[in-house]
C-alpha cells in the first residue's frame, strides 16, 4: 500500500490550495485517514481526520476554514484549504491507519508536500 500526496504550493494569504492523497494497493480494511503538518522547527501536528464511519474532525486552527472529504470510490482524501494563513506554512503528510491483506492493523505515511503561504 501506498499513499501518494499532491497539490501542494506558493499561494498568498487568504487564498486557497487543495491537497490530495491517494491510494494505491489492496487494503483489506481502513480505519483512518488523515493530513498531517510540520512547521519549521515544531512537531507534527494533526490538521484534519476521517475515521471510518465518516467522522471528520479538524484540529482548532483550521477550523472554518479547511474541509475534507473523502472519495472512497477513488480512494482518494481531499483537503480543501481556503483563507489561508501564513501560520498554515508547512509540509504536509497524508497519513493512514488500514489493515492491507494477510496482515495486521499499521501506519503508512505518504511523502509530504510542501505548502508555503507568503506575500
Known amino acids: 500500500v501506498q499513499l501518494q500526496a499532491s497539490g501542494g504550493g506558493l499561494v498568498q494569504p487568504g487564498g486557497s490550495l487543495e491537497l490530495s492523497c491517494v491510494t494505491s494497493?489492496?487494503?483489506?480494511?481502513?480505519?483512518?485517514m488523515a493530513w498531517y503538518r510540520q512547521a519549521p522547527g515544531k512537531e507534527r501536528e494533526l490538521v484534519a481526520r476521517?475515521?471510518?464511519?465518516?467522522?471528520?474532525d479538524y484540529s482548532e486552527s483550521v477550523l472554518g476554514r479547511f474541509s475534507l472529504s473523502r472519495d472512497s470510490a477513488k480512494n482518494t482524501l481531499v483537503l480543501q484549504m481556503n483563507s489561508l494563513k501564513p501560520e498554515d506554512t508547512g509540509v504536509y503528510y497524508c497519513?493512514?491507519?488500514?489493515?492491507?491483506?494477510?496482515?495486521?492493523?499499521?501506519?503508512?505515511w505518504g511523502h509530504g508536500t510542501q505548502v508555503t503561504v507568503s506575500s
Open positions: 476521517w475515521t471510518r464511519g465518516d467522522n471528520i
Open positions: 497519513y493512514a491507519y488500514l489493515q492491507p491483506p494477510r496482515a495486521g492493523l499499521r501506519d503508512y
Open positions: 494497493g489492496t487494503i483489506y480494511r481502513l480505519v483512518r
